[in-house]
């Protein structure tokens, strides 16, 4: 599985974007799409995950109601709608692959190359 993320950027405090993870190569039904981020000196977060084959979600509760995992599966692509941004969402955001319903980072095997969001305040 290969997985490229893209729609990073700079945006101030309250702004909107919308990043894209487009995924190719063996992609099972049963596979668990996440975000995760990862600013300067802190170790990696967990932020949304999404189910291919359900649509299941869960959301870290620092982006509750402010962000928005989707699927699209005859695209291959998932994208988290980030609205309300706040300057301590800077970071890098990376998707991942996995077999699990998991928060936890280890717990994915694929992942993309990352995406810089930059929120000034």
């Known amino acids: 599985v290969q997985l490229q993320a893209s729609g990073g950027g700079l945006v101030q405090a309250g702004g909107s974007l919308r990043l894209s993870c487009a995924a190719s190569?063996?992609?099972?039904?049963?596979?668990?799409m996440g975000w995760f981020r990862q600013a300067p000196g802190k170790e990696r977060e967990f932020v949304a995950l999404?189910?291919?084959?359900?649509?299941?979600?869960n959301y870290a509760d620092s982006v509750k109601g402010r962000f928005t995992i989707s699927k699209y599966n005859s695209e291959n692509t998932v994208a988290l709608q980030m609205n309300s941004l706040k300057p301590e969402d800077t970071a890098v955001y990376f998707c991942?692959?996995?077999?699990?319903?998991?928060?936890?980072?280890?717990?994915?095997?694929?992942w993309g190359q990352g995406t810089l969001v930059t929120v000034s305040s």
């Open positions: 190569g063996r992609i099972f039904s049963s596979f668990v």
């Open positions: 991942a692959a996995g077999p699990a319903f998991s928060t936890v980072a280890r717990n994915y095997k694929h």
């Open positions: 999404i189910r291919w084959s359900s649509g299941s979600t």
